[in-house]
C-alpha cells in the first residue's frame, strides 16, 4: 500500500429540476458527459421550455447559487455538480408565469419558412449549432443503417417462412401464441415483409383482411399480422382441450 487515494466519480449524477414556469420539482438522473446544448434539449421534455431560451443556474443540495451553466459546448461533469444539487431553468420565451396560455389573447405571429430558415436565434438554429436531433448527420446515418439491416433480416427471415406452415409467435410484451401461417410477403397497408397468421384461438386482430383487402380467410379475432422474426415455424399441434372426452 502506498497510501494513494483513488477518487471514483460516477459517470452519472442525479440532480433535481425546477424552472419559472412551473413550481413542479423533478428529480432525473443524467450522464456527466453530456454538454449542456445536449443537456437543455433533455431538460426541454421536462419542464416544456425550448431549449434555446433556457438559462441555467446550478444551486447546491442546500440550495446555495454556485454558478450559472452558460457555456452550451461545456460537459455537464465540467461543472460542480454532485447528487442532490438543483438546476434551475429560466424561460426567456416569453411564457413565464402562463402569461401566454389563453391563446386568443396573443397576437398571432407568422413567418415564412424562408425566413426562419435565416434567423440566427430559432430553436432550429440551434440544433442546427449543435448537431441537435435530425441534424445530427452521423446519428441520422446510424439509424437509416440500422434500418436497413433489420429490413434485410425481416426479409431473411420471411424467405424461410411458407404459407401453411404451423407456427409459434412471440412478441415482447404479449403471451405466446400458435397458429398457421396464411400470408407471407409486402401488404398494402405498411411497407416491409409482413407474415399474416391464423391463430388457433381468438387472440388476433382481425379476420385475414386490412383496410378493406383480403389476405386471407379466417374467423374473426383469429387474424394478425407480424413480422418475420417474430415468427418461428415448427411442429406446433393444435391444442386439444379434451373437449371430446367424457
Known amino acids: 500500500m502506498d497510501g494513494s487515494v483513488t477518487v471514483i466519480t460516477s ?24 454538454t ?19 438559462e441555467l443556474e446550478l444551486f447546491s443540495t442546500s440550495d ?3 454558478q450559472k451553466l452558460d457555456n452550451n459546448e461545456a460537459l455537464l ?14 424561460d426567456r420565451s416569453g411564457t413565464q408565469n402562463a402569461e401566454f396560455t389563453d391563446l386568443s389573447k396573443v397576437e398571432k405571429f407568422e413567418i415564412s419558412d424562408e425566413a426562419y430558415e435565416k434567423r440566427a436565434d430559432s430553436i432550429r ?5 449543435f448537431k441537435l436531433g435530425r441534424f445530427n448527420e452521423e446519428n441520422g446515418a446510424k439509424q437509416e443503417e440500422a434500418l436497413a439491416k433489420k429490413e434485410e433480416e425481416e426479409k431473411v427471415a420471411a ?7 404451423r407456427c409459434k409467435v412471440e412478441v415482447a410484451g404479449q403471451p405466446t401464441k400458435i397458429g398457421t401461417v396464411m400470408f407471407v410477403g409486402t401488404p398494402d397497408f405498411k411497407p416491409g ?23 386471407f380467410e379466417c374467423e374473426p379475432k383469429h387474424g394478425a399480422f407480424v413480422k418475420p422474426l417474430s415468427v418461428i415455424v415448427g411442429d406446433f399441434p393444435e391444442e386439444d382441450f379434451g373437449l371430446d372426452e367424457m
Open 125 to 129: 438554429s440551434f440544433k442546427k449549432n
Open 193 to 215: 415483409y409482413w407474415v399474416g397468421v391464423k391463430y388457433d384461438e381468438p387472440l388476433g386482430k382481425n379476420d385475414g383482411s386490412v383496410k378493406g383487402k383480403r389476405y
Open 159 to 165: 424467405g424461410s417462412i411458407a404459407v401453411g406452415n
Open 11 to 34: 459517470p452519472t449524477v442525479s440532480v433535481r429540476v425546477t424552472s419559472t414556469v412551473s413550481d413542479f420539482e423533478a428529480n432525473r438522473r443524467f450522464n456527466r458527459g453530456v
Open 64 to 66: 446555495k447559487l454556485l
Open 36 to 54: 449542456i446544448a445536449e443537456f437543455k434539449s433533455k431538460l426541454e421534455l421536462i419542464v416544456g421550455t425550448p431549449a434555446a431560451y433556457m
Open 77 to 90: 461533469g465540467s461543472y460542480h455538480v454532485d447528487d442532490d444539487c438543483r438546476i434551475h431553468v429560466t
